[in-house]
């Protein structure tokens, strides 16, 4: 079984699987430059914070490998590239993977100096933004190792070695280069025959559960369950001894310095659902997705999308032999067309919630001041 993939890319080739057509259909978009990578972001064909900013600075690259680089000069080529790289930020606001790896773009076409040519600051990019797409899966592999053992060493002295978990919006191989944070981390337990059980929620309006996580969970053979968001104080409450709920694990798309995190709507009452009913809560985030810039979750802007969203489903004729029929697709109501509604895309979830952030260089609990310390993992960005 080849491992599922969100981006495909040989240098001056990117190629996007089209997440709103799955779990029906396999499609993989071309992106060959900025506008490419700007749309397939802003209509969340991918999405998911890491996999954002990779899509974003592979399409550039592969746009200046095509030749097409503004200017002659260094001074000019790198004016370009800035421009292009603030275009592709405007594409979703609230995941800060997409402003770091942009910040390290940046930086990295200015390295050389005096020195540099068109043709050095081209490769400097290219080379940085392929660095970035390598760097994440082995980043998410360390995540899943950090996650299983900090998971261990809570279960302790209990005899059931086995956990159940839950998990929300889509963090897996279709959020990132490949394994995943949140999913990594239910993945390497069940690597290690440590997971009982998963459960994940549908994630409404936009069904990344549903329509993705659970998609990943059947195509990894891990023993799991979908649940719409409205079931998890039930789930917590009736079932969670019997199942060994341990933890809810979540992604980011935003940690900032004290800890309170952005991430898929739904996520705060997670957690204050788990806090509620003894139930561990985790982030599971690449040190990519903290902003040390921003003090507290009130400095995090939310996206807001559209209305279609609640309103609308896209329906399909299912054919006998359950696949869909795709020449059937239609957009279907589920609401009063006029109805006004309100669709933020993240909430925030304080720090006071969350027990530990897993990256992949290692789990951060609080302190006693009851505030997260990046310090000691970021001292570099501190
Ligand atoms: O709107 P989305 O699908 O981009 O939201 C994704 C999430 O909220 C994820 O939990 C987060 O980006 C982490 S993905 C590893």
Known sequence: MSALQAIRYTRGKLEVLDQLRLPHEFHYDNVAN????????????????????????LGLAVELHSGTVTGNTPVEVIAGIDEALDYLKTSRPTAVDLTNAINQLKAKIRAGGASATKETIVAAFIEEAEAIFEKDLKTNQAIGEYGAEWLRAQAGASS?????????CNTGSLATSGHGTALGIIRTLRDKSLLKHAFCTETRPYNQGSRLTAFELVYEKIPSTLITDSMAASLF????????????????DRVVRNGDTANKIGTYQLAVLAKQHGIKFIVAAPTTSI???????????IEERK???????????????????????????TADQRIDVWNPAFDV???????????????VEKGPNGVFDFSKIMPERW
């Open 291 to 301: 902003d040390l810039v921003t003090e507290t979750g009130d400095g995090i802007k």
């Open 307 to 333: 209305k279609e969203e609640l309103t609308q489903v896209t329906g399909a004729v299912i054919k006998a032999d359950g696949t869909v029929d795709e020449s059937s697709k239609v957009r279907v109501a």
């Open 237 to 252: 409450r009736t079932r969670g001894a019997e199942m060994n709920i341990a933890a809810v694990i979540v992604g980011a």
């Open 160 to 168: 059931e070695k086995q956990v159940s978990v839950l998990t929300h």
């Open 349 to 363: 979830t304080p720090a006071a919630f969350i027990d530990a952030v897993v990256t992949e260089k290692g789990a």
């Open 34 to 57: 900025r506008a490419e990578a700007w749309d397939s972001i802003y209509t969340m064909r991918v999405r998911g914070a890491p996999a954002i900013a990779i899509v974003a600075s």
